[in-house]
């Protein structure tokens, strides 16, 4: 069944995809064979440009659809239209005409019902509001109104057609809708786990909101067994845990996971102050050379995190003066210090480090598992776009964009295991390991951004006629920013 | 530190060929109860590797878990109990794990062990 998806304009690239994954998890699709990366149908209204706030969805029931809208983050509201029109007259006969049978049962005298006026790129004021709803009269509501805690909940949303549209391309038509609220996000959430109230925080802490939609993405639910390994303060993890998942996380820097910033501010005391039951475990390990025994493999339902891409924190990685061969003798720890020995680290590259992520998933997930991690863009690099890393044991279900600068933008990767991790995937793997290692200097420049995202820009007055068309022809509207 | 972990863990010094199972040194030990989800210990039961943990549990001072088990065991309510309290509930709080081919010890302080290895053993 079609249902109107009315979503908030934020991070616009993340809306759907957040949709489908929830949907999955909810069980719209019949079976995990069709590839895990099947698509919902969805259309937009009429003149309505992709970023808009409204869509239609194709979901299988109103139970899937209200589970999707309540766990959902990005959804204001899935709702069964009962009518759409350019103008208050055509919305009349567009309710009449929608069937008796749908409508009835929402209006029965003993319910209790509430009708909100909502608008997108316009404000209603007060009384406008008032007058539309007298309007409504045609509808045989027979219930009464209760505003605090309705059993139904009916809106009426217009968008106006005028240019400036909330930064969006304009839409070229009004458009009014009238429908019986499914079910819809509870963004009380955020608040409640914002970081500027949470203990401890890093300089890398993944925001509340983002957390909670990596979480969606990888479907998160209560039982399965999350894995975050580059931990942090845990700023990912607790979103899993929030929907119940057990978590683990591992990091390179023993100050951060053991000790934080003393014994009420570190990654337990954040679960504890959300009253979440605490990660299964935490450990330093190095994400270069995974401490799991062998033979272990599909332990983890899903593997949610935000390498280090060297922009804000640089990656760090076991070996470190060691790995310096040729500039330093290699390096022997003396025996009498090997006990509060403190190993030099050295720095890791973005694409060891995807390398190892995908290794390491390839092999820790269960199938049909999801890994879900941010991935940075070179924004001036057009060809970059569809550059995604990839795997033979992934496919790739979702990319969201989000513009961090002029210069870059990260992208939010939601893969799926759909094959076994062979003996070949792994001897392939460890040869690539090998190849890191013997020319850890030249893929240290190569396998980089740092150096991109902060060096200077290139002379424009060389080229500027060349320039100037390349800017137009990009859509110019805050899209991706909100 | 908890006893699942400690099963996902070997030692994986250069060289080492069987870094599995890590030795426990045990300087403090403390117990933190676990809401018991049976879906999740039926699970794990197939990953784990059991002896193992019948000696990890061992070191800790827990010796209620038998020396076999097979998943016919997972609808014993008992049974369930008293994996989920070796695997979940068991803490190790300050210590160290043990290389069996080396003898390197990895600490424990807080409740996490520090899995880094050295420059000379990457």
Known sequence: MWYLCVFYHRLLDYRRPEVESLARMFGAFDSEDGGGAEHLEWRIPEHHHPDSPFHFVDLPSEDVARDVANRSIL???IYELWGEADSYEELEDAIKNYPDERKLPYLTSESTFRITVDSFGKVISFQEQNERIQS?????????????NPE???WLMETDDYGANNGLP?????????????????????????LKSRTYLGPTAMDAEMAFLMANQAMVKPGKLVYDPFVGTGSILIAAAHFGAMTMGADIDIRVVRDGRGPDCNVWSNFKQYGLPMPIGLLRADNNLP???????????????????????GGRKSGGRKLLKGVVGPYTVPDDKR????????????????????????????????????YPVLREDESAENHFPEHPCFILVSSSEQILSSRYSRVLLTMVKRGPYTKEIEEAARLKHLEFKE?????????????????????????EGDTKVSKETKPKYRGKYV | MRLLTHNMLSSNIKGVINGFPLGIVVEKVIEKPVEMNPDFLKNMFAKIEWKALVDASRSMGYT???????????????????????????????????????????????????????????
Request: with cysteine; hydrophobic share 40%.
């Open chain 1, 75 to 77: 959804v204001k509201g």
């Open chain 1, 170 to 194: 304009p839409v070229v038509k009004k458009r009014i809708f009238f429908g019986r609220e499914v079910g819809s996000a509870d963004r009380k959430l955020l608040p409640t786990y914002q």
């Open chain 1, 291 to 313: 401490p799991w025994r062998p033979g272990l493999k599909e332990v983890f339902d899903a593997i949610i995190c935000d390498p280090p891409y060297g922009v804000r924190a």
């Open chain 1, 339 to 374: 006990t509060d020995h403190i190993p030099s680290t050295a720095a890791y590259s973005l694409v060891e480090c995807v390398h190892d992520l995908l290794d390491i998933a390839a092999k820790m997930l269960i199938l049909n598992g999801r890994l879900v991690f941010f």
């Open chain 1, 136 to 148: 409504l009269t045609y509808i045989p509501f027979k219930g009464r109104v209760n505003l605090r």
């Open chain 2, 64 to 122: 209620e878990l038998p020396e076999q088990a097979d998943s016919s065991m997972l609808d014993s309510v008992d049974f369930l109990q008293r994996f989920h309290h070796a695997l979940l509930e068991l803490h190790l709080e300050e210590g160290a794990l043990v290389c069996p081919e080396t003898g390197r010890k990895f600490p424990v302080n807080k409740g996490i062990p520090n899995m880094l290895l050295h420059e000379d053993e990457v």
């Open chain 1, 439 to 463: 020319n850890h200097l030249k893929w240290m420049e190569d396998g980089n951004l740092h150096s991109a995202v902060f060096s200077p820009g290139e002379s424009v007055c060389v080229a």
């Open chain 1, 152 to 154: 139904h909940k009916f």
